[in-house]
Nanobody, 117 residues
Framework: QVQLAESGGGLVQPGGSLRLSCATS????????MGWYRQAPGKQREWVAG???????TYADSVKGRFTISRDNAKNTVYLQMNSLKPEDTAVYYC???????????WGQGTQVTVSS
């Protein structure tokens, strides 16, 4: 059973940056695509970015050019670098296996990102 632990969220002003981390265990990390997802208050969880086992990345249109997903197979960790943050990026951010859609029901606790002045 995969275990996921997100961290790195916080309160940031518009235009600021944050780097999220997701540490994984219970899987052979290097063979899995990974994705970041977010859920804003009152909204459904949505896919944000994905990275395949081979390192190919894809992004939702809303974050393209501002967010960068990356992975470190030696650390079993996936990252999300978020730049030029906007208030509409405010959400709880989660990671999961699967680069385009979540393939595990084992969601972590998420990490809160709040963009506000």
């Amino acid at each position: 059973q995969v275990q996921l632990a997100e961290s790195g969220g916080g309160l940031v002003q518009p235009g600021g940056s944050l780097r999220l981390s997701c540490a994984t265990s219970g899987i052979i990390f290097r063979i899995y695509g990974m994705g970041w997802y977010r859920q804003a208050p009152g909204k459904q969880r949505e896919w944000v970015a994905g990275i395949t086992s081979g390192g190919t990345t894809t992004y939702a249109d809303s974050v393209k050019g501002r967010f960068t997903i990356s992975r470190d197979n030696a650390k079993n960790t996936v990252y999300l670098q978020m730049n030029s943050l906007k208030p509409e990026d405010t959400a709880v951010y989660y990671c999961n296996t699967g680069s385009l859609y979540a393939t595990s029901n084992a969601w972590g606790q998420g990490t809160q990102v709040t963009v506000s002045s």
